[in-house]
């Protein structure tokens, strides 16, 4: 099984590159729009990577445990794609 961040690289991969995602929208970001894509019930998440469950239980999947990726301009999906692309030593 691929791990959680290849699979939100594949979510972004999936979307129109210059489509653009809100960071600071904790209920529309690129990381909510992928988790809840891919069935997880996420009830929230933090610009930083962590994510509310629909119980309040506290997540973080790795996915950026620096802060910077989601964050990072230009917040379209194809730069995350890039960014993600490099963070995990190039494409698959």
């Not at 929208?25 to 469950?53: E, H, K, R, T």
């Not at 119980?55 to 890039?82: C, Y």
Request: glycine letters at 14%; charged letters at 25%; aromatic letters at 10%.
């Amino acid at each position: 099984m691929k791990s959680l961040s290849h699979q939100m690289l594949d979510f972004c991969r999936s979307k129109p590159a210059d489509e653009e995602y809100d960071f600071l929208d904790n209920c529309g970001g690129a990381l909510f729009q992928f988790l809840s894509n891919a069935g997880y019930p996420v009830a929230g998440v933090s610009g930083y990577g962590v994510w509310v469950d629909a119980e309040g239980n506290r997540h973080q999947p790795g996915i950026d445990p620096e802060g910077d990726l989601l964050s990072d301009e230009p917040t379209t999906f194809g730069a995350l794609a890039s960014r993600l692309e490099a963070a995990l030593g190039g494409r698959e």
